[in-house]
């Protein structure tokens, strides 16, 4: 289950900090998972994603970068078995921060540099608990980088998928905005000590 939401004429810092306060809200400020406390009142730690991979993975910025742009499944086996394995002994949320703006194709480029995108998501205890942007509402731009996947996709032999119009037209008429997609089962299994969302569903797929 997702809560997904957006906040018109605001940034990707305004949609942290209104997550940052809801999750203090819900949780009363911390949660206990596996006997650990983890604190979660605001502000959260703020960890650009290269940072982490120089400091779990042992890859140094620029190669980080490099690995994103060139090669994905070597920077997402980083960032799953080192970067989140390191973030998971953190005893505070953290928004780890700050991606390449080839991990980020629905999100606007940071204007102050534009390797980047305005892209956030929220760890708790190892959790992945929500993935955030500054929402690209250019429709122009956001075109290109759907035809730039579409090349990709195709040179790489994999199903190249129709541009969807109805959504290009629609980012034309959004303001400015950031949006936040949370897993409810996530923050309701963390806020019950568990990060096993099928402690708290009434039926997991595999009892269907």
Known sequence: TILQLYRPHAGVDAIMRHTEQL???????????????????????????????????????????????????????KLAFDVEAGIATLDTGVFVTDYPISQASLARKNPSDPRFAERFELYVAGVELCNGFGELVDPVEQRARLLSDQELRRAKGKPVYPIDERFLAALGAMPEAAGNAIGFDRLVALTCGTRAIGDVMSFTDDEL
Do not use: C, H, Q
């Open 23 to 77: 999750l203090a809200r819900v949780t009363g400020g911390a949660v206990t998972v596996d006997g650990r406390r983890i604190d979660l009142r605001p502000p959260f730690l703020r960890l650009p994603v290269l940072d982490a991979f120089e400091r779990w993975a042992g890859v140094s910025k620029d190669e980080a970068l490099r690995l994103a742009n060139e090669d994905e499944d070597r920077f997402f086996e």
